[in-house]
């Protein structure tokens, strides 16, 4: 979920207020024939009776392209159902009923006579204090560009997006316990549980569409669980439906006074649980810092919110420092409007930050890194967005020592400097859906690297994610879209999207929800040329080939598990912990090997028979090497230099080089990166 603008609310609204800068970043009828049914593959045989318009024409496209390649676009963050989420009272409407438009498409109760009681909607810019709640048939205000508490995503309009050339959407659950807590609700404000209720409600609105086409599995919107069937469905010209998570405390693993309230076997449980319901990609943190990980700040008077919002729910402040590369964390707000204030514990207030201390202090913690982990085990892909400059780094480092593919950056909230990292690994990346032109720009920014990597481009709508979209451009700019037009394969025609008795055009409706993004994409065509729209073509093929590499890799094996070791010296001032070399190849990230207090010192492993050695993984405690190098030997006597650095800096290092035969393999620090002698957690021996 991103997040836009809010106003400064009133005292009276002080409650409400926190609630709305908060939620702003999380983020009866029978069937009738259908309109226009001839037998056709993509036309139901009925729909309800009150229902949307489709108003595309012609045959979606099926197959492959000249080189075998899928083609179509893929909107890699969307949330089609945190209607059921928040408490099931922020986003109003449904996104499908069996009693079609007019049963789903209903304002909140509390927005009812006239808006004046939808706090939420006033304060983040939907309307002046007033708004008509009245959905089907007239939709007089809503849903609209910058109306963020309605719905989105009716089924209807999704089915829009995929004849406008959508070939993968990643549906998202989404939920927030705080936000849950501070809204009217009609249920608990457990996170699981409405990850669960989402999951079982994108399974059901499956078989909704399957019932229009005549029985299981003749719908469009279909459900997939590995990159094949992926492939098979987009191939029949239809639409792949990938699930993802996105939510603030994973198996329940937020953080009090920094304490986890998790352990690993909560994380494999969730993982499993979560695997079992179809789930392939997921954020381990977003907003607020959990048990998992920090997070990549918001600003301004939306980055106070979320930082109080963090205190209320974790009992601490975003505590930054000093970035030590060209990556930052986005600034954090400073004044905290007195309505949010007020809402803090006597003697409590927001805390100053230095200017040049752009990073969070809390990068992938143990617990972060035991799941990482645990979704590489599984095959799952990790979301880098909302992850802190501190933890994206650890988490790429990690990646990179595995040689993982499964990493994915889907609405433009990673640090952009991080990009050629993920195109390395064979990940993929998504921008955020902008404005036409600055979408164009954004993508300009890394058009050469795209083509040095041979991958497409995709969108990321956070349609119903609380964002904002893109607003209208006027009928007379220069990329005003001409209706009717064409798709950019020029097979369907497409023509002013109707609900009711409601016309939208982007041009003066902006984005209003999600079958407008076949109008926005014409937009950017006439904003920055084909060949923007042709990558975004491109974008279906390179996230299943993310996908594909992700299932198919096989993690190393580490030579060093449970094999013998020695050191140099151990450290053994305090007698009632231990800090003996073997502790390096227990495969225990809690336990350590300790050198004395001096730079010459080395920790070594006998692999007990001569193996072929290319990679050597060491994760470093705080006392770290500066310079170090790796050491191979035959016998344990005569050794040879395989890899050396003079710029060490802790954390997480992998040291490749050209394999060859050894038995033993040793780390040799010369100089200390820290007053502290050399600590290390884990070390891993790999072939490569």
Not at 221 to 226: A, E, G, K, L, P
Not at 253 to 278: H, T, V
């Amino acid at each position: 979920m991103n997040r836009p603008t809010t106003r400064k609310p009133g005292g009276r609204f002080a409650l409400v207020a926190l609630f709305i800068a908060l939620a702003t970043v999380v983020f009866g009828a029978g069937p009738v024939p259908a309109a226009d049914a001839g037998g056709s593959w993509w036309e139901p045989t009925a729909r309800p009776a009150a229902d949307s318009q489709i108003n595309v024409t012609g045959a979606p496209f099926k197959g492959t392209d000249a080189q075998g390649k899928v083609r179509g676009f893929v909107d890699a963050h969307n949330h089609l159902m945190s209607n059921e989420g928040f408490g099931g009272r922020m986003i109003c409407g449904k996104t499908f009923s069996e009693g079609g438009a007019a049963d789903a498409l209903k304002d909140c109760p509390e927005h009812y006579p006239d808006g004046s009681g939808a706090l939420f909607e006033h304060l983040t810019g939907g309307d002046d204090g007033h708004h008509d709640p009245v959905g089907w048939p007239t939709f007089k205000d809503w849903p609209a560009h910058n109306s963020l508490s309605h719905q989105q995503n009716y089924y209807a309009w999704v089915e829009r997006a995929w004849r406008g050339g959508q070939r993968v959407l990643v549906n998202d659950l989404v939920t927030n316990g705080l936000i849950c807590s501070l809204l009217p609700r009609d249920r608990g404000c457990d996170e699981m549980d409405a990850i669960r209720l989402e999951a079982r409600k994108t399974y059901e609105m499956q078989d909704y569409v399957d019932t229009m086409y005549g029985g299981p599995g003749k719908g469009w919107f279909r459900i997939v669980t590995d990159a094949a069937q992926a492939r098979s469905v987009i191939e029949q010209g239809k639409l792949a439906v990938v699930l993802g998570v996105e939510t603030s405390e994973p198996f329940g693993c937020k953080q009090i006074l920094d304490f986890a309230q998790c352990n690993q076997a909560d994380i494999d449980k969730g993982l499993d649980e979560l695997y079992s319901l179809g789930v392939r990609s997921m954020f381990l943190c977003h907003k607020f810092d959990n048990a998992l990980c920090g997070v990549r700040f918001d600003s301004g008077t939306t980055g106070v919110a979320v930082n109080i919002g963090q205190f209320l729910s974790t009992g601490t402040f975003w505590a930054t420092e000093k970035c030590t590369g060209p990556q930052h964390d986005n600034p954090i707000g400073l004044a905290a409007p007195p309505a949010m204030a007020a809402k803090l514990p006597a003697g409590v207030s927001v805390p100053s930050y230095a200017s040049d201390a752009r990073c969070n202090t809390r990068g992938l913690t143990r617990l972060g890194e035991y799941a990482l982990k645990g979704m590489m085990q599984r095959g799952m892909m990790l979301e880098l967005d909302h992850m802190s400059v501190k933890a994206a780094g650890r988490a790429l480092d990690m990646l990179e020592a595995e040689e993982y593919p499964g990493v994915l950056s889907s609405h433009s909230w990673m640090d952009s400097d991080w990009t050629e990292r993920v195109y390395r690994l064979g990940g993929f990346v998504a921008q955020y859906m902008n404005g036409a032109e600055s979408f164009v720009g954004e993508a300009g920014q890394k058009a050469a690297l795209r083509k040095k990597y041979g991958v497409g481009l995709g969108y990321g709508t956070d349609m119903n994610g609380v964002g904002g979209w893109p607003g209208p451009v006027g009928v007379n700019a220069p990329n005003a879209v001409k209706y009717p037009f064409r798709s950019f394969d020029g097979g369907a025609v497409l023509d002013r999207q109707v609900t009711g008795q409601r016309t939208w055009d982007l041009n003066t409706d902006g984005a209003a929800h999600n079958g407008l993004v076949p109008d926005w994409i014409e937009q950017i065509r006439l904003s920055g040329g084909q060949g923007v729209v042709d990558e975004l073509a491109g974008g279906a093929e390179s996230y299943l080939t993310t996908w594909k590499a992700t299932e198919k890799h096989e993690m190393g094996v580490n030579l060093a598990s449970g094999r013998p070791t020695s050191a140099s010296t151990t450290q053994w001032w305090n007698p009632f912990v231990n800090y003996s070399s073997g502790l390096t190849v227990d495969g225990d990230t809690g336990t350590r090997w300790a050198s004395e207090w001096s730079d010459d010192q080395w920790v070594q492993v006998d692999l007990g028979e001569a193996r072929r050695v290319g990679q050597v993984t060491l994760d470093w405690e705080t006392a770290y090497a500066r310079e170090y190098r790796i050491e191979l030997s035959d016998d344990g006597a005569g050794w040879r230099t395989a890899w050396s650095t003079q710029a060490g800096d802790g954390g997480y290092d992998t040291a490749e080089f050209p394999s060859q035969s050894a038995r033993y393999v040793r780390i040799h620090g010369v100089k200390r990166g820290t007053q502290w002698g050399y600590s290390l957690y884990e070390v891993k021996v790999t072939r490569s």
